[in-house]
């Protein structure tokens, strides 16, 4: 399997969590938590699924109930040794793909209309992460979770989407108050409050390593495009 057939491998780990999964089952446990993360598999699920089948690192199943067919997928024992493989492989880097946050960065061409729109959407985002949270922690705090022998490593992700999403409501509502501070100022004014943002975040950032140096200019030279 290719390095970087990471839906593949996720799927394959879903699978590998139990002893069969309907296609339907599989799409709703990726509907709990992991779109939050990783949303790419939901819409790939039925290829990926069928094509863990023909690499032979899962088997398929039909069965029907009454005249609804149904497909149910569980990983064979070369798929565990697949998925112990690619576990065993460094993770690609973290990325970030955000498009309101790509309408901000391009927000001088719009309107402000269309600002607090795509801040409105990460709010909405951060929420929906957060509603779901509730639901599943309390699960897990009941003793109840489809997956409750999984809780040790559960908790860490249930950490990283909580703050994560309470990041984004967060920084939408900064962001807003900034635009209502926008309002009947200068140019001048609503630059040199955009150059204090930069400095008290720049106040906050953890003291660089050795190896990046303190030189602003150094940074530039050697990394390429910034923002």
């Keep these: ?27 709703k446990q990726l509907r709990r938590n992991m779109r939050f ?13 069928k094509g863990l089948v023909g690499k032979g690192l899962a088997r398929d199943r039909q069965s029907f109930t009454g005249k609804r ?36 960065f391009l927000g001088t061409l719009g309107t402000d209309a269309a600002l607090r729109a795509a801040l409105a959407q990460v709010r909405a985002d951060g929420s929906a992460v957060l509603d ?31 703050h994560h ?12 108050a900034v635009l209502d501070a926008w309002s009947g100022q200068s140019d001048e004014q609503r630059t040199a409050l955009s150059l204090q943002i930069i400095r008290d975040n720049l106040d906050r950032y953890p003291v660089p390593s050795a190896s990046l140096g303190a030189d602003p200019t150094e940074l530039r030279s050697g990394s390429g495009e910034q923002a």
């Design 69 to 104: 067919g149904r497909t149910s997928y569980a990983i064979t024992a070369a798929g565990r040794k697949q998925l112990k493989r690619w576990l065993a492989t460094p993770p690609k880097p973290t990325t970030l793909e955000c498009e309101p946050l790509l309408r901000v």
């Design 165 to 176: 999403a309470r990041m984004l409501i967060d920084w939408a509502d900064r962001s807003e």
């Design 37 to 49: 993360f990783w949303p790419r598999a939901e819409s790939q699920i039925y290829e990926e699924a």
């Design 1 to 27: 399997m290719r390095r970087t057939a990471t839906t593949a491998n996720a799927i394959l780990g879903l699978l590998a969590l139990r002893r069969e999964w309907s296609t339907w089952e599989l799409t």
């Design 132 to 162: 779901v949270g509730r639901v599943v922690g309390l699960e897990y705090l009941a003793g109840t979770a489809p997956f409750q022998d999984q809780v040790v490593v559960r908790a860490l992700v249930f950490d990283f989407l909580s």
